[in-house]
């Protein structure tokens, strides 16, 4: 396999050349722009769960070919929800996923299985008739467009059929009492139904993927959970919320899908998911890999401790609000930071430039400050974590949202050339528009994403 050149960029310069907080650069400033217009990226399995800030395929697919060989391991420390993993996995390669966030780790397991279509098929049609009778009848589902049961006759029908529903903090905000139950029933009919464990994963992964649709939170919004005034206007002109039918259109779709994923690959790509926290990969991960591709969080951009809370009651990877306080200081890229956080201690160990751009937004916002070092440290312990199972020479590549602060560009590039370290040297700087995608959006700070770049770095032989 032929690399292009290595593009050697100079390192930040000491303090005493250069100016305080020197104007941000051009954000394509000696980029080139990546072409992925000839990529012929299959549908696979990519849209059966929304996750914010997808990997958009037809970029996973264009770096995976550029940059390793058939038969070759890549990793992707930030999986999320396995966009890369099956994008590999076409493209004959092996791949090992890792996430922090249950729901992202039992997503990209579930999407990276190799269903047998006939039994699957089976399965499935037992399953819709049970759907059928735990539906109700179009007509009540008409009149609860408009009103909801009272919480009496909720509480006598949850306890007569023995349903369990999960303990999500201010549960009824979330879902009307009749939605509860429908989800309750769609649950345990996946739970009773004679069918393999692994069939049973991927309906279970169907459910959550209408659990947003069905609840009061607005669907779209990508930074975390809220009941909007869209929703709220929405409740008010009457909206009908009918998960039976959600959860079967769902399912036929993911049929398909899923037909794609198995046409397109082979059983010799072995796809395997870790749920580990990058900056303690080494002692999860007990071999070294071809290469890595991915996709980090976007700092102070997606809450995903938010943004999946009800999945992840739902489907029981949390049982209470202390067992998900528990996972909140291993995500990276969070808004806030206790201040007794342990990274915070690291200040002095931010580079030159990282140093300027803490000054700078810390004499706006502290907390916003203590964020942004969370974060450069979190990253820059994730470059030491991937420096040591990574083999010597490797490509590392990183897709990076643009980030900006008060509405000035953050020099993105240089900023992870620091973190870097001595161990990698940066080959390839690369930059495409966000168009059409979940995380095109306009928010509140000006931070608007609506590009992304690709740093390609190379694992030092020594």
């Known amino acids: 396999m032929v690399h292009p050149p290595v593009l050697q960029l100079p390192r930040p310069e000491p303090p005493e050349s250069r100016a305080l907080l020197c104007s941000t650069p051009e954000p394509r400033s000696g980029f080139q722009r990546l072409d992925f217009s000839n990529i012929e990226a299959p549908r696979l399995t990519h849209y059966l769960f929304r996750f914010p800030a997808k990997f958009h395929p037809p970029v996973a697919h264009s770096l995976i070919r550029s940059y390793t060989s058939q038969g070759q391991t890549v990793l992707d420390p930030f999986c999320g929800s396995g966009t890369l993993l099956l994008a590999a996995s076409a493209e004959g390669r092996s791949a090992i996923g890792s996430d922090v966030d249950p729901v992202a780790v039992f997503v990209s397991k579930v999407k990276s299985h190799r269903f ?39 509480v006598r029908v949850v306890a007569a059929e023995q349903l369990w529903v999960p303990d999500i903090p201010n549960f009824f905000h979330w879902f009307r009492h009749y939605v509860i139950i429908d989800l309750a029933r769609i649950l345990r009919e996946i739970d009773d139904a004679n069918i393999p464990n692994t069939h049973r994963s991927l309906f279970k992964l169907i459910f959550a993927s209408i659990i947003r649709k069905a609840s009061n939170a607005d669907p779209i919004p990508v930074s975390g959970l809220e009941v909007t005034s869209h929703m709220k206007q929405l409740d008010a002109n009457g909206r009908l919320i009918n998960p039976p039918e959600l959860f079967v259109k769902a399912a036929e779709s993911a049929l398909t899908a899923v037909e794609s994923y198995f046409t397109n690959t082979t059983r010799q790509s072995r796809i395997s998911v870790l749920q580990a926290d990058v900056t303690s990969l080494k002692s999860k991960l007990r071999r070294q890999v071809d290469a890595v591709i991915t996709s980090p969080p976007y700092h ?65 916002s502290t907390r916003r400050a203590d964020a942004f070092v969370h974060y450069m440290i979190s990253m820059k312990d ?33 900023l992870f050339l620091e973190i870097a370290g001595d161990s990698f040297r940066l080959e390839k700087k690369l930059w495409y528009p966000v168009k059409n995608r979940y995380m095109s959006y306009g928010r509140r700070n000006g931070a608007d994403i609506n590009e992304e770049y690709v740093l390609v770095f190379r694992r030092n032989e020594q």
């Not at 059928?132 to 049961?149: F, G, H, P, Q």
């Not at 049982?319 to 206790?338: H, M």
């Not at 010597?392 to 020099?411: D, H, K, Y």
């Open 382 to 414: 994730a470059f030491s974590q991937i420096a040591r199972v990574v083999r010597p020479g490797a490509p590392v590549a990183f897709v990076l949202g643009n980030s900006a602060w008060n509405g000035e560009r953050l020099p993105t590039a240089e």
């Open 116 to 154: 047998g279509l006939g039994h699957l098929r089976a399965s499935w049609a037992l399953l819709r008739r049970r759907m059928e009778m735990v539906a109700r009848s179009d007509k009540e589902y008409s009149v609860l467009s408009t009103t909801d049961i009272s919480y009496d006759r909720y």
């Open 300 to 364: 102070n951009a997606v809450d995903y401790y938010r943004r999946h809370k009800l999945e992840m009651f739902w489907l029981k990877f949390t049982k209470t609000q202390e067992d998900r306080l528990d996972l909140l200081p291993k995500y990276i890229g969070r808004s806030n930071v206790r201040q007794r956080d342990p990274l915070l201690q690291r200040r002095d160990e931010l580079g030159f430039l990282s140093g300027q751009w803490y000054e700078k937004i810390k004499v706006v």
